[in-house]
Antibody, heavy 118, light 107 residues
Framework: EVQLLESGGGLVQPGGSLRLSCAAS????????MSWVRQAPGKGLEWVST????????YYADSVKGRFTISRDNSKKMLYLQVNNLRGEDTAIYYC???????????WGQGTLVTVSS | DIQMTQSPSAMSASVGDRVTITCRASQDINNFLAWFQQEPGKVPKRLIY???KLVSGVPSRFSGSGSGTEITLTISGLQPEDFATYYCLQHESFPFTFGPGTKVDVK
């Protein structure tokens, strides 16, 4: 059974940082591009970042470029998102998903909530 | 960047209705288009990929059609469990973009 399990969310002050993690199991993790997608309260889905299967290629939404860093450890089947200099508008549920140009979002985690507030 | 629009943004429908939702892209997305269903408080669930392929286990009342810049999701015979919000996603080029969503509620 495929599982993606996110962790690392929480309440953080503006300007703060967090490291989100996503543990994968049940599929050949290294073969898949992986992404982070977020959803602000009551809002739609927003693509945040994608990393290629080998970890060599990374892509970011303009809204997070320079503040967020996506990475992966294929030996541990882990996906990460380092989120720095957080702003109120970053408050959202962050989902990891098997999403790339050739992987159309078959697998999603349950999400982890990031709340940015003083 | 590819912009995605969805219409309608919301609609009221009854069980048994035929529902059509359209996504329009600002440029050709070469069928790199997926449809997702999201119920309140739940994780998005993929229904359709490459514009028209039905995900295994998804009821056949869901179908996708179209190409180029206009892709349609059709629900033929709406069921109670189909009242939800539907999103399209283009993953042809970065930045990937979701449509703004279509909320289908009970008439």
């Amino acid at each position: 059974e495929v599982q993606l399990l996110e962790s690392g969310g929480g309440l953080v002050q503006p300007g703060g940082s967090l490291r989100l993690s996503c543990a994968a199991s049940g599929f050949t993790f290294s073969s898949y591009d992986m992404s982070w997608v977020r959803q602000a309260p009551g809002k739609g889905l927003e693509w945040v970042s994608t990393i290629g299967g080998s970890g060599d290629n990374t892509y970011y939404a303009d809204s997070v470029k320079g503040r967020f860093t996506i990475s992966r450890d294929n030996s541990k089947k882990m996906l990460y998102l380092q989120v720095n200099n957080l702003r109120g508008e970053d408050t959202a549920i962050y989902y990891c998903a098997s999403l790339g140009r050739t992987a159309a979002g078959a697998y999603w985690g349950q999400g982890t909530l990031v709340t940015v507030s003083s | 960047d590819i912009q995605m629009t969805q219409s309608p943004s919301a609609m009221s429908a009854s069980v048994g209705d035929r529902v059509t939702i359209t996504c329009r892209a600002s440029q050709d997305i070469n069928n790199f288009l997926a449809w997702f269903q999201q119920e309140p408080g739940k994780v998005p669930k993929r229904l359709i990929y490459v514009a028209a392929k039905l995900v295994s286990g998804v009821p056949s009342r869901f179908s996708g059609s179209g190409s180029g810049t206009e892709i349609t999701l059709t629900i033929s015979g709406l069921q109670p469990e189909d009242f939800a919000t539907y999103y399209c996603l283009q993953h042809e080029s970065f930045p990937f973009t979701f449509g703004p969503g279509t909320k289908v509620d009970v008439k």
